[in-house]
């Protein structure tokens, strides 16, 4: 019998079975499919300490509320609601307040540092595995005040850990490629890196197994108690024991927590991406367009253009007046930008597991013994993997933690 279990074969789960291994543990992971392949797949694989402000703010709120009604708006909110939603939706609004602004930002800059900090050990000297290069990331704006606000939420997290140039009237002249003449301005960060999430999964597992780890290909259904202690996860292929349970599901971890007799504040978010195997050689930095909230990741052998969050349950259509913003972003932005076509990209549409305080839920379950979480972390799964896997590590073996963990812990929900 293993001493762990980890429901889930994406960046968190990997990254809670390799931190976990590392640490002497026999691990098995439990994925109905290829490792990382669900919502990591689709991610733009930043490593961003920089984007630790969350959506939970009083403008994020009023932007939310004055554009629910446009097909194409980057973050949508289709009414009515189902009622489980509609609950889900109301506390995020309550928390959409500068005091909890506040508190989140900073809790979710400290996983991210520790996160980025891990990846940089992780794949340290790997040069093929996950791609991971620190360059920065480039933040364009079209909107004097969207950069005025921007670069006061920098001005606040700067210092060891965040440091930024900005660019404004003719220094716009001095970026690697030409920009357009709508462009007031833009941010170089120096803290950010990015990886190519396609091969994360496969890179994690492959070491992983190369360890002793087991992963088995089977789909989780549901939790298995004994005496009131998780000791097991059922499955397709039959009940697989263990001494602990990680969940770490992403969007679909509700379901299963419920088998234990807990619900999770977890609702799905739809986002979309479209991917080139072409590479951009004049973009060294992913580039964020910042008004209309569009990310551009490049890699070695191609890029992906990735936004938009749809609050419309576990819906995977992929209606082309919600991708039609991603391919027309860098148009706004750049004199050359990319020239590919919708037809010729690999579409994709995933769910962002959002909890309404807009940080993870990481640590032991409050309710179910031998229960522990890792899910919950919205769009940045990839950004705050490894900083995750190594608390969820440290919360197991109960090693001292690196960053405090009391923002993250289950029980703040009563779970």
Known sequence: MPDCIVIGGGAVGLSCAVYLQEAGLAVTVIEPGDPGAQTSWGNCGLIEP?????????????????????????????????????????RFAAHCTTRHRNHARAAR??????????????FAGDDNGSAYVRRGMLTLYRSRKGFETHRRVHDHLAGPWLGYGTFEGDDLESLDFPVTPGVAAAILTDCDGHL???????????????????????????IVREAGRASGVSTDAGTYRARSVVLAAGPWSDALARSAGIRLPIEPAKGLSITW??????HRHPIYFYDRKVVLTPWADGYRLGSMLEFAGFDESIPEHRLRPLLEAPGEYLEEPPSESLESGERWVGFRPMTYDELPIIGPSTVVPGLFLACGHGQLGISMSAG????????????????????????????
């Open 109 to 122: 800059f400290a996983l991210l540092v520790h996160s980025r900090n891990a990846v940089e050990s992780l």
């Open 50 to 90: 920089s984007h630790a402000d969350p959506q939970t703010q009083p403008a994020a709120l009023l932007t939310a509320l004055t554009t629910a009604w446009r097909r194409d708006a980057p973050l949508r909110i289709p009414f009515p609601a189902n009622a489980r939603r509609a609950s889900w939706l109301a």
């Open 277 to 282: 195997r072409k590479p951009l050689p004049a």
């Open 196 to 222: 190519d999430p396609v091969r994360l999964g496969p890179t994690l597992a492959d070491r992983f197994e190369a360890a002793g780890g087991t992963l088995v290909r089977t789909r989780a259904l549901g």
């Open 388 to 415: 995750s896997g190594r608390l969820i590590a440290d919360a197991i073996t109960g090693a001292a933690p690196t960053i405090d963990p009391s923002p993250y812990l289950p029980a703040r929900f009563g779970v």
